[in-house]
Structures are given as C-alpha cells and as structure tokens.
Nanobody, 117 residues
Framework: QVQLVESGGGLVQAGGSLTLSCAAS????????MAWHRQAPGKQREFVAA???????NYADSVKGRFTVSRDNAKNTVHLVMNSLKPEDTAVYYC???????????WGQGTQVTVSS
C-alpha cells in the first residue's frame, strides 16, 4: 500500500502562485506514474498534470503554460508549481500515484486551493 499526503494549498489572489507537494510513503516499489487531479464544487474530478518515471509530462489544456509538474524520485515526491492562477483554478487538488509493484491508483486526501478574483 502507498500513502499520499498533499500540502501547500491555500488562498491566493488571481495572478498569484502556489506550489503543491505530495509525499508518498509505505510499501513502494517504483512509482512509475504520479499525477495531480482537481475537483471543483459541483464538478467531476479532472486531470491536471502528470509526470511519469521517465520524466514525460502531460498537462490539461486549461493549465498548459501556467502549471509545471516535477518529481523527486529519490524522495518519492511530486510537486505542482501553479503560476498565473485564475478563479476557475479553485478546487480541491488530489495527488495520485501508480506503483509498479502494488498497482493503484492511490489517492491523497486532497488540499484546497482557492483563488480570489
């Protein structure tokens, strides 16, 4: 089993920046996929960004050019740097991971990001 804990959420004004972090612990073989999703009130959870073990990154169109996902494989952590934040980025952000040994996906408990206009 893999446990994920997110941190770094908060309240920021439009145009500001935040950095989210997610730390994985537990029985980890190799986290070959780590990603961020988000869920706004009344909406379904949606994909935001992902970083595979090989360093390949993917982004939702809505965040391309503003968000950057990176990972530290030695520390089993993934980060999401969010710049030029917009009110529509307001959501609970969830970290997700897939382990090559135990599978998944595993989910964190989420961290709230609120962008005021």
């Amino acid at each position: 089993q893999v446990q994920l804990v997110e941190s770094g959420g908060g309240l920021v004004q439009a145009g500001g920046s935040l950095t989210l972090s997610c730390a994985a612990s537990g029985t980890i073989f190799s986290l070959n996929y780590m990603a961020w999703h988000r869920q706004a009130p009344g909406k379904q959870r949606e994909f935001v960004a992902a970083n595979s073990l090989g360093g390949v990154t993917n982004y939702a169109d809505s965040v391309k050019g503003r968000f950057t996902v990176s990972r530290d494989n030695a520390k089993n952590t993934v980060h999401l740097v969010m710049n030029s934040l917009k009110p529509e980025d307001t959501a609970v952000y969830y970290c997700a991971a897939v382990d090559s040994g135990s599978g998944g996906p595993y989910w964190g408990q989420g961290t709230q990001v609120t962008v005021s206009s």
